[in-house]
């Protein structure tokens, strides 16, 4: 069973920053691409960004230039930065490989206007 680890997550006020971090296993690491999600209080998981092996990235439209997502492949970590961020960006977020494992716990995110 693939154990994904989430952290970083907290209450900041509306314009604030969160870093965001996720340990992959070292095997599932460096062969899949890897993604960031989110679920919002009564809404589905939603999918926010997505690193690839060699590094090209790709994020969803309510996100994008705003959040950004990076891999540190020599300590298997995702992380991902957000800047500027909104009430609306409240949500437990997820990494998770592409295609999708096992989901972890997963780091709650909440944003005071």
């Known amino acids: 069973q693939v154990q994904l680890v989430e952290s970083g997550g907290g209450l900041v006020q509306a314009g604030g920053s969160l870093r965001l971090s996720c340990v992959v296993p070292?095997?599932?690491?460096?062969?899949?691409?890897l993604g960031w999600y989110r679920q919002a209080p009564g809404k589905s998981r939603e999918f926010i960004a997505r690193?690839?092996?060699?590094?090209?990235?790709l994020y969803d439209a309510s996100v994008k230039g705003r959040f950004t997502i990076s891999r540190d492949n020599a300590k298997n970590t995702m992380f991902l930065q957000m800047s500027g961020l909104k009430p609306e960006d409240t949500a437990v977020y997820y990494c998770?490989?592409?295609?999708?494992?096992?989901w972890g716990q997963g780091t709650q995110v909440t944003v005071s206007s």
């Open positions: 998770n490989g592409i295609p999708n494992w096992a």
């Open positions: 070292e095997n599932l690491f460096s062969i899949n691409d």
């Open positions: 690193i690839s092996k060699g590094g090209y990235t």
